[in-house]
């Protein structure tokens, strides 16, 4: 074999592999790819110790908190949600355990947050009687402002969802203690998961 066919051969081998190589890594890429729709996406968590706070007994945002939301949040949202292709967001507010002040029967409020998640409102006048209404009212503040960023007609989200766990599951996700009333910034906190309404026909 001449030196001229050696070098051809060795050319040949070489783009081969390039070719070889070029396709493992776009079969690995969709692999991946699929897997992430399959995956549980990461869980959101704003809590007050990283300036995601409310006022005492009030489930208005602040400036600073809608500016976060939507600056850095409904970037992460919407990044999420393409990458495991979910169309529901779930918004959690949580509180600390301290002793809720306030007034207005459970009812009321019931009727009243209905309406709120209908056609709007004013949050803060609606009356919470506990932490755990005050856990969804902050939840549907959150949701009230993110649903015009959120749910598009280019986008995938179809629909937000607010829920409240109130002062009963710490910020480890544990059942919390009743005695612990300590001052707790990260019990504070607001928790956005997504998910993919495919899963629920499926069950």
Do not use: W
């Not at 890594?25 to 704003?46: C, D, G, M, N, W």
């Not at 906190?189 to 997504?194: A, C, D, N, Q, V």
């Amino acid at each position: 074999m001449s030196r001229r066919e050696n070098t051809t051969m060795q050319s040949e081998i070489f783009i081969i592999l390039m070719i070889v190589m070029i396709l493992l890594f776009i079969i690995t890429s969709l692999y991946l790819a699929r897997l992430k729709e399959h995956q549980q996406p990461p869980l959101i968590v704003l809590d007050e110790a990283h300036g995601y706070s409310f006022s005492s007994a009030s489930a208005s945002l602040t400036p600073k908190f809608r500016s976060q939301l939507s600056s850095l949040v409904v970037k992460k949202i919407k990044k999420f949600a393409k990458e495991h292709k979910c169309d529901i967001v779930e918004v959690y507010g949580y509180t600390d355990a301290k002793p809720f002040v306030g007034a207005g029967s459970s009812s009321r409020f019931d009727n009243a947050l209905h309406r709120c998640l209908y056609s709007g409102c004013d949050i803060d006048k609606i009356q919470a009687s506990s932490n755990l209404e005050l856990g969804v009212k902050r939840a549907v503040s959150v949701v009230e402002f993110l649903k015009p960023l959120l749910i598009t007609k280019d986008s995938s989200i179809k629909t937000i969802r607010p829920y409240s766990a109130g002062q009963f599951i710490d910020e480890n996700g544990e059942i919390a203690s009743i005695t612990n009333r300590t001052d707790n910034r990260l019990r504070r906190r607001i928790e956005i998961r997504l998910s993919r309404s495919r899963d629920f026909r499926r069950r």
